[in-house]
């Protein structure tokens, strides 16, 4: 496997194919890699919403300046964020790591205080920021994910993002949505894949010392 | 290849080999990878700073909060954003585009002038903001990347931009530093390398609708 091909292969897919569906296996590397996604303090205050489901991507075309492409991937990756972050989620993160690698209570605690405080002292604002964050790690994840696997997506920020939370009930789910990856497989007059890819040269992009 | 096996290889590195170096041909791939990282409209305004020389990194472990994962790994990647971005990184992206597309001026210009307007119209924070989710982005493929060739990292967020600025001179080079991934191989004795992964149940964590 040569990582570097593959993120060549990788374009922002303008088109994509709407006839070609992932197979389940493809979508379960997807969903599985969005789940060992790296996050600060392993908190995991993001989450994927995956849509099939054409019928209920048509009203999202509108609110995403109608940009085909969620409607016609495979399917429709939404990362969201939690809303807010309560002392809950810390402490139920807290118990799960207790169940899974059954480190003890005199260990565990000071870190789940110290998280609990550095959380309380953020604003609303800045601890939805802070789960920004790593939604935008999930994206560079899923990207990459994807390349290896031979799929195609399309990272998207150009959206209404209340107009989704409204039409896809993330309200009441408690999430806000922040990003798009539409996945699937480009279509093949799709002119974008074959145009060259536009980067710096490396030796303005890296600078070692 | 496979790649979920590798993202559950992959953990927060702890504790590096001192001793053990990236081969030349490891930290290519590393650095090409870094400039293919998807960036918004693909304007890259962020940079990646490679520091190998341990006695550079010396001075920066107090201001990593003593994390010796900056001194210790083979490699300190530094992810930065520019301070700014100004009409002319637009300008000399579009000229990018056009020489290695050979896209005529007539399709370009209007698209240069949008990004133009959109950048001006952002405050020097949003700019700011915009470049940090772009790194965010970075931080995510090359974690995976780094996976994928069994190569061992620890994303950190927690260190003192300023004093790095200052030791590495970032200012002189117009950078703001954001993110840390010290690269290189786990120390044997690394006794976080062998605890079990805590994540959310998959049902959690992805939703389907």
Redesign the interface.
């Known amino acids: ?1 040569d ?2 091909k593959q ?2 292969w ?1 374009y ?1 897919t303008k088109k994509f194919d709407a006839n070609k569906k992932l197979s389940k296996a493809k979508l379960n ?1 997807i ?8 996050t ?1 303090f ?1 908190l ?1 205050t993001i ?7 054409k019928k ?1 991507r048509e009203p999202l075309v509108e609110a995403s300046y109608n940009q085909k492409q969620v409607l016609d991937a495979s399917h429709l990756l939404v990362i969201c964020i939690q809303r807010d972050i309560e002392d809950t989620d810390v402490i139920t ?1 807290y118990n ?2 207790k169940t ?2 059954n480190t003890p209570d005199t260990i565990l605690k000071p870190y789940q205080e110290d998280l609990i405080n550095m959380m309380q002292s953020k604003s609303i604002a800045e601890r939805q ?1 802070w789960s ?3 939604a ?10 994807c390349a ?2 031979g799929v195609d997506s399309c ?1 998207m ?1 150009g959206f209404l993002p209340t107009k989704y939370d409204e039409i ?1 009930k993330l309200d009441e ?1 408690g999430l806000k949505s922040v990003l798009l990856l539409p996945v699937g497989y480009r279509a093949e007059d799709d002119m974008f894949s074959i ?6 040269p ?1 030796n303005e ?5």
């Open positions: 496997m990582i570097i993120l060549e990788r922002a590397i969903t599985e890699a969005f789940n060992l996604t790296a600060s392993g995991q989450k994927l919403i995956v849509i099939e489901d209920l993160y799960n790591i899974i690698r920021q920004t964050n790593q935008y790690i999930a994206l560079g994840n899923l990207m990459t994910v290896i696997e990272p920020e896809l789910k145009l060259k890819k536009v980067r710096k490396i992009a890296v600078i070692k010392i």
